[in-house]
């Protein structure tokens, strides 16, 4: 797997090109700037391009919007977006376009190395890695108005480990339950909520309920 | 005024003091024990290395605990409208944003605004949980004009003093210059 790393802290960008070579992933560029990243993204067309949210020159969303235009401009770029805080805006620019392949973490994700490659690993092949504190938050916040009052407890970790993007496999293992279970959860899950079932986004979507004007 | 500024930065001191200091020092105490069990006991290194890493996550949720509430990240990074639009993403209420807002506005009036708006939200989501809270927010050229409404059905008890039996309204100016740079200015 190819990919390239935009991060303007140069231990933090050594780290993490070091990170990725111990797991057999190929660092084809890595860089200190928006700029460069574009330049490195149309050059290299990796298979998934790790961004900083804050970068030079104004160290604001620098990153993130150079994350978004990649993706304008290569459809499907497998973008992992990192930051010291994650925040319900970012996210939901994101997952915007609909089109997966879109993670993002917390900084201090990378210090769980296996969860971290995990991750890696699911969006570039086109899947969801949400940090599980923007899931918390959103979880959070649904329960308190009643949108998620008539889930078990057992319902709502599968539907916090779902938002997070990971397989029902994944989340098998994680509560300790057989896959099958997991998927009467999931069901029982989408028959109370919506009768939508395209997994992380439906809920998502459905947990962020837009209401901007 | 100048008092609370004070009283604040002793805050901040105090939480940097008890909480992440704390935890980098006994960060350095468990590294430098696990280096010198190195050779004898690799499981005890294992466990204690661990335990750094623990450390050190919650120095930053620390850390960052500590930033938000002196200048949230959103405000650095978008300013106002952003700020609130990631307030109201986390309030327990519906909260609808309103913003017209084409620019960025001087540090202090962003802050000031933010703290206000978010106090507003807090106190709603406590006395009107059930209400619908709407937030204006618009420059007029001259000053930065910010409503912030909640249609009040939402339980309050007049009896226990709360004194919001119906819907709410409050609104603030504040008179400053907009600017169409992306960071924000003094």
Same mark, same amino acid.
């Given at each position: 797997?190819?990919?390239?790393?935009?991060?303007?802290?140069?231990?933090?960008?050594?780290?993490?090109?070091?990170?990725?070579?111990?797991?057999?992933?190929?660092?084809?560029?890595?860089?200190?700037?928006?700029?460069?990243?574009?330049?490195?993204?149309?050059?290299?067309?990796?298979?998934?391009?790790?961004?900083?949210?804050?970068?030079?020159?104004?160290?604001?969303?620098?990153?993130?919007?150079?994350?978004?235009?990649?993706?304008?401009?290569?459809?499907?770029?497998?973008?992992?977006?990192?930051?010291?805080?994650?925040?319900?805006?970012? #996210?939901?620019?994101?997952?915007?376009?609909?089109?997966?392949?879109?993670?993002?973490?917390?900084?201090?994700?990378?210090?769980?190395?296996?969860?971290?490659?995990?991750?890696?690993?699911?969006?570039?092949?086109?899947?969801?890695?949400?940090?599980?504190?923007?899931?918390?938050?959103?979880?959070?916040?649904?329960?308190?108005?009643?949108?998620?009052?008539?889930?078990?407890?057992?319902?709502?970790?599968?539907?916090?480990?779902?938002?997070?993007?990971?397989?029902?496999?994944?989340?098998?293992?994680?509560?300790?339950?057989?896959?099958?279970?997991?998927?009467?959860?999931?069901?029982?899950?989408?028959?109370?909520?919506?009768?939508?079932?395209?997994?992380?986004?439906?809920?998502?979507?459905?947990?962020?309920?837009?209401?901007?004007? | 005024?100048?008092?609370?500024?004070?009283?604040?930065?002793?805050?901040?001191?105090?939480?940097?003091?008890?909480?992440?200091?704390?935890?980098?020092?006994?960060?350095?105490?468990?590294?430098?024990?696990?280096?010198?069990?190195?050779?004898?006991?690799?499981?005890?290194?294992?466990?204690?290395?661990?335990?750094?890493?623990?450390?050190?996550?919650?120095?930053?949720?620390?850390?960052?605990?500590?930033?938000?509430?002196?200048?949230?990240?959103?405000?650095?990074?978008?300013?106002?409208?952003?700020?609130?639009?990631?307030?109201?993403?986390?309030?327990?209420?519906?909260?609808?944003?309103?913003?017209?807002?084409?620019?960025?506005?001087?540090?202090?009036?962003?802050?000031?605004?933010?703290?206000?708006?978010?106090?507003?939200? #807090?106190?709603?989501?406590?006395?009107?949980?059930?209400?619908?809270?709407?937030?204006?927010?618009?420059?007029?050229?001259?000053?930065?004009?910010?409503?912030?409404?909640?249609?009040?059905?939402?339980?309050?008890?007049?009896?226990?003093?709360?004194?919001?039996?119906?819907?709410?309204?409050?609104?603030?100016?504040?008179?400053?210059?907009?600017?169409?740079?992306?960071?924000?200015?003094?």
């Amino acid at each position: 797997m190819r990919v390239v790393i935009a991060e303007d802290l140069f231990l933090l960008r050594d780290g993490l090109t070091r990170l990725l070579q111990a797991h057999g992933l190929q660092v084809t560029a890595a860089v200190g700037n928006a700029d460069d990243l574009l330049a490195a993204v149309t050059a290299e067309r990796p298979n998934l391009a790790i961004v900083d949210v804050r970068l030079p020159p104004s160290f604001t969303d620098e990153g993130l919007r150079a994350a978004l235009t990649a993706r304008r401009t290569m459809p499907g770029l497998p973008v992992l977006v990192l930051s010291q805080y994650v925040q319900q805006v970012y #996210a939901r620019e994101l997952l915007a376009d609909d089109a997966g392949g879109v993670g993002y973490l917390l900084k201090d994700r990378v210090l769980d190395s296996a969860q971290f490659i995990d991750a890696i690993r699911r969006v570039a092949a086109g899947g969801t890695a949400m940090d599980p504190s923007v899931v918390a938050r959103l979880l959070a916040r649904n329960t308190g108005d009643g949108t998620l009052r008539g889930l078990s407890r057992r319902e709502r970790d599968v539907l916090a480990l779902m938002a997070e993007g990971r397989s029902n496999a994944a989340i098998a293992q994680r509560l300790v339950i057989t896959e099958s279970s997991v998927a009467k959860h999931t069901a029982s899950i989408f028959l109370k909520l919506d009768d939508d079932n395209r997994r992380v986004l439906a809920v998502l979507a459905y947990l962020g309920n837009p209401q901007e004007t | 005024m100048i008092d609370a500024g004070a009283a604040e930065i002793r805050r901040i001191e105090r939480d940097l003091h008890d909480g992440a200091q704390a935890r980098l020092v006994a960060m350095g105490m468990t590294l430098d024990a696990a280096s010198q069990l190195l050779d004898d006991n690799p499981a005890a290194v294992r466990a204690l290395l661990a335990e750094a890493r623990e450390s050190s996550v919650k120095a930053l949720n620390e850390l960052r605990d500590l930033v938000r509430g002196i200048h949230p990240p959103m405000l650095a990074e978008r300013g106002l409208s952003d700020a609130v639009w990631e307030l109201a993403l986390d309030s327990p209420q519906r909260v609808r944003v309103a913003s017209e807002l084409s620019g960025r506005l001087p540090a202090p009036v962003e802050s000031a605004a933010y703290f206000a708006v978010s106090e507003l939200l #807090a106190n709603a989501a406590k006395h009107a949980p059930a209400s619908r809270v709407t937030v204006d927010i618009r420059h007029d050229g001259r000053q930065l004009r910010i409503g912030v409404t909640d249609d009040g059905p939402g339980g309050a008890d007049p009896a226990r003093g709360s004194g919001l039996g119906g819907p709410t309204s409050v609104s603030m100016e504040i008179p400053c210059a907009l600017s169409s740079r992306k960071t924000s200015f003094c």
